[in-house]
């Protein structure tokens, strides 16, 4: 599982960092950086519902 980010959609409102700030921080310029993209599997549910809670669709998990 890969942590995949569309930087143009990404409007930096940041609940994937309050979810998961481990593997993501909304930097001073607005867009989310992934800290991580590669997460641990015992991290799989809270990486899948930090990315299910982007309300812009800016992130998602590829193989």
Same mark, same amino acid.
């Given at each position: 599982?890969?942590i995949?980010? &569309? ?5 930096? *409102? ?6 998961a $700030? ?5 930097? &001073? ?5 992934? *800290? ?6 015992? $991290? ?20």
């Open positions: 599982m890969r995949i980010s &569309d930087l143009h959609l990404c409007e930096g *409102l940041g609940m994937c960092e309050a979810m $700030d481990q593997y993501f921080e909304v930097g &001073d310029d607005g867009q989310v950086h992934v *800290l991580d993209d590669r997460p641990r599997d015992h $991290d799989r549910q809270l990486v899948d519902a930090a990315v299910k809670s982007c309300p812009v669709s800016a992130l998602r998990l590829g193989s």
